[in-house]
Nanobody, 115 residues
Framework: QVQLVESGGGLVQPGGSLTLSCAAS????????MGWYRQAPGKQRELVATITSGGRTNYADSVKGRFTISGDNAKNTVYLQMNSLKPEDTAVYYC?????????WGQGTQVTVSS
């Protein structure tokens, strides 16, 4: 079992930056992979970025070069640094942990990119 709590969402202007945090209830080194997904109104949930316990990262094409996923083992926290935000990045962002064949989700945090 793992509980996930996201924070850091909010309203930002196009071109701005935000950092999302996902605090896990146990050591992220013991979790095979963690990631961020997002869901915009009327759309399916989609992968944004993932990171494995070994540090390997993967990004959706739409965010490559703008978003960076990272982990802090001491704080059991995974971050998503988002730069050069666009209106199409507006969505609810969810933290995910995949471990032992199970998926765990946080409650989500709203990101709105608008002028």
């Amino acid at each position: 079992q793992v509980q996930l709590v996201e924070s850091g969402g909010g309203l930002v202007q196009p071109g701005g930056s935000l950092t999302l945090s996902c605090a896990a209830s146990r050591s992220i080194r013991s979790i095979y992979a963690m990631g961020w997904y997002r869901q915009a109104p009327g759309k399916q949930r989609e992968l944004v970025a993932t990171i494995t316990s070994g540090g390997r990262t993967n990004y959706a094409d739409s965010v490559k070069g703008r978003f960076t996923i990272s982990g802090d083992n001491a704080k059991n926290t995974v971050y998503l640094q988002m730069n050069s935000l666009k209106p199409e990045d507006t969505a609810v962002y969810y933290c995910n942990a995949g471990d032992s064949g199970k998926n765990y989700w946080g409650q989500g945090t709203q990101v709105t990119v608008s002028s």
